[in-house]
């Protein structure tokens, strides 16, 4: 039994044509597989825009969120009617869109009389974007013939009580998922379901965090036993560097599970490696595809002990970052001075992008968002105070606009001399590094430059280190 799991991101239902083209993926699909089973997104933009209405909504704003039930309201009904020929599915549908926006109305309504939005309410709120285009897509199915069913994740996904960051509770879901599809999938019916949405044991919805469908398709992956999972997004793969600004950038035909954990934790948006790990543990072929052109064969996502090409395959960046530099003569040779430095940070909820000490021990710098930073510098100020004064730390400081490039390849791990090649772009260019850290994992390099080098410094490597790699 060759089972397939699907999901679809916003760009790929984002509009009629858009949707179109997922359903006739789908169809296609459905011949090829005994079991198909499909995950969508919300529209691209709707989750944005249900949060800025609820988030105005708490602000005492009783105007906005109302506009944004018109703006998607108008969208989901032009879609509706663009799609759907027959009078008596489009007004169905109508009425369901009408039905779940106003929900998000209504409690947007009552978020602005609390004058707060808790977390379980932005879930209820942000879960209305997928719940509208399952039903979309699977009637856009159903009218072509399929037998397909549109699915709440609600009835499949247990997860913790961690709302807008919700864990799936695996013991319960691999029960749950089998028993409320099987029976369809062994039909030959395809569920539709919700991506991004969980519920708690006790029935409160929740979500998996921003982008949770990826791990949505990952998690039903996991319970059916799927035999590959396929991406479908809005680029034909993943690229070697962001094509708005490198036009010559390439879609890599492969990449092991940490060369792209490695993509997604420095800024290339790509699958989230929290969301692929079910996939990872159970070695499931994955496929990142474009919906717009089905017939490019896409990224194949791999296992990680392949065959190492000795190349790096591709350069991403983080932005709107900031270096902070803990120094100090009377460092040296001081026991707890990281770990005092570090628990200083995670007091505020911060979390650390890159860290590089120099084996001087005379200082330790490390890299977060610039939105974080005064804070950060006053905990460390707080938790060294002694040293401080003793002047066994000179000072805390930070250097702003900065960003991280990074480098990301397996070949790194085996290959010598491919640094020396990432430093020699840079230094055609003149580009100054401010400092460097290679992963541990040694498949990604990254490099904390001048904010206003950023473009530059990814075009050379990409020219002179991917391309003529
Ligand atoms: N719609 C959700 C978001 O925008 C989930 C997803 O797209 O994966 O975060
Ligand atoms: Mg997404």
Redesign the pocket.
Known sequence: MATLVMKF??TSVGNADALGKAANIVLEQAHAWDRLAVVV??MSG???ALIQGARTAASGDGQTYQAIFSELQARHQHAVNELFSSEGDRSDLLVTVDQILGEFATLCHSVYVLGEVTPRAMDAI?SI??RIIARILASLLHQSGKGCRAVDATELIVTDAKFQNAAPRMDITRKRVPDRLLPMLNDGVIPVVT??IGVTEEGVTTTLG?????YTAAILSDCLDADEVWIWTDVDGVMTADPNLVPDARVIPVLSYSEVSEMAYFGAKVLHPKTIRPIIERGTPLWVKNTFHPASPGTRIVLDPQPVDGKIKAVTAIRGLSMVTVEGRGMLGVPGIAARTFSAVASQGVSVLMISQASSEQSICFVIPSSTVASIIQAIEEEMALELTRMDIDRVWSLDDVVIVTAVGAGLRSTPGIDALIFGALGHANINVIAIAQGSSECSLSLVLSAEDAAQAIKEIHQEVILSG
């Open positions: 991101g916003g997104s919300a709707v989750t944005d942000t974007g997928e991506g991004f921003r982008g949770g469908s990826d």
